[in-house]
């Protein structure tokens, strides 16, 4: 036990697990007559991976070798009750795993799981020739085992998660569970329709800001934006010519603005690039720089009036339109503080040669307000829900039969 405490001493947080892991077989090597240490990591489905062993390294059981189906699901279950020892018994559906322990000498094992709350994330195993182990170790393996999971359990949980998230996306992009939705921009004095934005719904009802984020966490951001890109791009060709379109844009994804620029390259109509606001912009130039390199595209800056990074967008991108915040919108035909904000926007506005546009317009009032305001466009459920294009063109080919003639502004969907 005074060997344990030492031993358990001496280790230390590697930053990663496959810096740790080792480091735990090494101190558990000759403790307890062990001949073979081995630390394990249970994946988020079935299955399990090695972190690190002290075996010999032309040995089959080296970091990264995955343990066989039968195998790993035995060692779930069974970790999932506590510490136990058993004799080695060579299995026909152990394979190559089996065969190699088998040759290795090693007769006996003791393990303890490695846990995070109430998850079982791995086990600690230790091997030994001969008889070796016994339930008289089970002790020492319980604080091993507890060992392990402080220095471990927390960052193999974030791996989980990580590799979940990721096969989460990627299952999203492979199954196309995804559509657009197109919502009307229209001109606020006339009520017209001037443009569209393309906005992306997933199938199963996650928030696609909330997806785009989790997306980028896991080094998928790019590749799911540029996929949600296509479509959208594609199924505005049915939508009215003569319409812009605008299409999100993350930051980010303009750190190589090639592949989006093939994409946009395919539309068939003026494009407004949006920058989203959620992330924070080091280098303003580069994205400038990077925008003038997608063609001939306007950009935009969302939510202009809900903080100062949205500023800062403003005045360092010199964007060609300029998109008022909700809670600027929001009740504005009644707040003259609103109405003072939304004025002098209109002045910044008129002197730097951009257009506005009320975000989240939901009433007449409203509608009518921003109007008075000088404010170029509307956007809001007033004008119109965003819609899928099956909607859209339906909605237009009955007006088309009703003559065309109804006023977007009197709030009909």
């Known amino acids: 036990r005074s060997d344990m405490a030492a031993a358990i001493g001496r280790l230390q947080p590697g930053g990663t697990t496959e810096a740790t892991a080792p480091a735990i077989c090494r101190e558990l090597w000759g403790l307890m007559a062990v001949d073979l240490s081995i ?77 995070f709350g109430d998850t079982t994330l791995g086990v600690l195993a230790v091997g030994a020739v001969g008889q070796g182990l016994s339930d008289a170790h089970l002790p020492a393996m319980t604080e091993f085992g507890s060992a392990a999971s402080a220095l471990l359990a927390l960052h193999l949980q974030a791996e989980r998660l990580t590799s979940h998230r990721r096969a989460e996306i990627e299952s999203v992009m492979e199954r196309h569970a995804y559509f657009p939705v197109f919502q009307p921009i229209p001109q606020a004095s006339s009520g017209r329709v001037r443009g569209y934005e393309a906005l992306t719904r997933f199938r199963d009802g996650e928030r696609p800001d909330i997806r785009i984020s989790t997306a980028w966490s896991v080094g998928l951001g790019n590749a799911l934006e540029l996929a949600v890109l296509e479509p959208a791009i594609e199924m505005a060709r049915r939508l009215l010519h003569r319409r812009w379109l605008a299409v999100n844009v993350s930051p980010r994804l303009l750190d190589d603005p090639e592949p ?38 306007r950009t935009a800056v969302e939510d202009a009036g809900a903080g100062i990074a949205n500023f800062a967008h403003i005045v360092e991108l010199r964007p060609n339109l300029v998109k008022l915040d909700i809670s600027l919108v929001r009740g504005i035909d009644t707040d003259p503080a609103r109405q003072a904000m939304v004025v002098a926007m209109h002045h910044f506005a008129g002197s730097t040669g951009c257009q506005l546009i009320a975000e989240g317009v939901e009433t007449r009032d409203e509608a009518n307000a921003i109007s008075a305001l000088g404010v170029d466009f509307g956007q809001g459920y007033w004008y119109g829900r965003p819609a899928r294009i099956q909607a859209l063109t339906a909605r237009t080919a009955r007006r088309a039969i009703r003559g065309g003639s109804a006023n977007i502004l009197s709030g009909q969907q």
């Open 39 to 115: 630390v394990a990591a249970f994946g988020s489905e079935e299955g399990a991976t090695i972190l690190g062993t002290d075996a010999p390294e032309n040995f089959l059981l080296s970091a990264g070798y995955r343990l066989p189906s039968s195998r790993a699901a035995y060692l779930m279950q069974r970790a999932s009750l506590g510490p136990w020892a058993e004799r080695w018994r060579e299995r026909p559906e152990d394979g190559p795993y089996g065969a190699a322990m088998t040759a290795s000498g090693v007769q006996s094992f003791s393990y303890a799981p490695i846990r």
């Open 260 to 297: 989006l620029r093939a994409i946009l390259g395919q539309a068939d109509r003026p494009l407004v690039v949006e920058i989203t606001e959620h992330e924070v912009i080091l280098n303003y130039r580069a994205v400038r720089e990077a925008l003038s390199r997608l063609g001939p595209v």
